[in-house]
């Protein structure tokens, strides 16, 4: 079954200005801080490898509202790349250049997962539910993660920057707005379960690999930390504790929900939250 509170999807002109942004935007906090910024070193080159794959679906959907969410969910992806752009080009004015780890995420959209001409009709086909079982995965992903910024008061009593924490959580209200499109989208082409779970085995221990690597990369380049700073369990726990990041029973009760047969996308989030925070986040109401 679709959602029961289907709503018309559309991108939202948002602007941020990062010029007073501190570098550990979470104060006292450059855990938290890079942690959260691989979010930043991801979703770009990922979002608009979303849209790609849905573009190349959008022709072949012969369902008409759900031609209608598709794209509205193309043009919400690509505004979130765009914002999360923004972020990654302001970096090199604090002294960390993103560029060597974005060089990686963009070789894996682009030479793993992108265009393969040479296939066969068929093959080609194939290829293209495979990439949306992929996205779907990653979109269940995602909609946790918004889920989750939009309750996190954790980061509001630890005065994180106001500008990123409304991008976080304009970004995850639209996450979870748009939550369902990707899995409907998959069962358009193969319902089958095997597929969608095949999915997230490799989708998700390879974005659980790629978030390590990213936060390292960020600690160990930070100009303000001592050269070479490790990323610890430690952090995290501590991290966890001051409800600045998910903790790992959470995530694990989250993926495992996407294992059940009778998985749905709306068992996460709220829609109504959602809006509700789209109806006053500064950035959103200023794209009016």
């Known amino acids: 079954m679709t959602e029961p509170d289907k709503l018309l999807l559309q991108?939202?002109?948002?602007?941020?200005?990062?010029?007073?942004?501190?570098?550990?935007?979470?104060?006292?906090?450059?855990?938290?801080?890079?942690?959260?910024?691989v979010l930043h070193l991801l979703l770009p080159e990922g979002?608009?490898?979303?849209?790609?794959?849905?573009?190349?679906?959008?022709?072949?959907?012969?369902?008409?509202?759900l031609a209608e969410d598709v794209r509205g969910f193309i043009g919400q992806e690509a505004m979130h790349a765009e914002a999360h752009q923004g972020v990654l080009a302001h970096l090199p004015a604090k002294?960390?250049?993103?560029?060597?780890?974005?060089?990686?995420?963009s070789w894996i959209f682009k030479r793993i997962l992108g265009e393969r001409p040479t296939l066969t009709v068929r093959a080609h086909q194939e290829y293209l539910i495979e990439r949306l079982a992929m996205v779907a995965a990653i979109e269940h992903v995602t909609a946790f993660?918004?889920?989750?910024?939009?309750?996190?008061?954790?980061?509001?009593?630890?005065?994180?920057?106001?500008?990123?924490?409304d991008l976080l959580r304009w970004h995850g209200a639209e996450e979870v707005e748009h939550?369902?499109?990707?899995?409907?989208?998959?069962?358009?082409?193969?319902?089958?379960?095997?597929?969608?779970?095949?999915?997230?085995?490799?989708?998700?221990?390879?974005?659980?690999?790629?978030?390590?690597?990213?936060?390292k990369f960020l600690l160990a380049n930070d100009p303000e930390l001592p050269r070479g700073t490790k990323a610890t369990w430690r952090d995290y726990?501590?991290?966890?504790?001051?409800?600045?990041?998910?903790?790992?029973?959470?995530?694990?009760?989250s993926m495992?929900?996407?294992?059940?047969p009778s998985y749905y996308p709306t068992q996460e989030g709220s829609t109504a939250q959602a809006v509700a925070y789209l109806a006053q986040s500064p950035a959103a109401q200023a794209a009016h």
Request: proline fraction near 9%; glycine fraction near 6%; hydrophobic fraction near 45%.
């Open 179 to 215: 939550r369902c499109v990707a899995f409907d989208v998959m069962r358009h082409f193969d319902g089958r379960y095997l597929r969608r779970a095949r999915a997230m085995v490799i989708a998700g221990p390879v974005l659980w690999i790629m978030w390590i690597k990213g936060a």
């Open 145 to 165: 993660l918004g889920d989750w910024i939009l309750n996190s008061p954790g980061l509001d009593r630890a005065e994180a920057d106001p500008t990123m924490l």
């Open 256 to 260: 495992s929900r996407y294992f059940k």
């Open 11 to 37: 991108p939202r002109d948002v602007r941020f200005d990062w010029s007073q942004l501190p570098m550990h935007w979470v104060p006292r906090e450059p855990f938290a801080t890079h942690v959260l910024n």
């Open 47 to 65: 979002e608009r490898w979303f849209c790609r794959v849905f573009h190349h679906a959008l022709p072949l959907v012969t369902d008409d509202r």
């Open 95 to 105: 002294g960390l250049d993103p560029d060597p780890f974005v060089a990686q995420v």
């Open 237 to 253: 726990r501590r991290a966890v504790r001051k409800g600045l990041m998910p903790g790992p029973w959470r995530i694990a009760r």
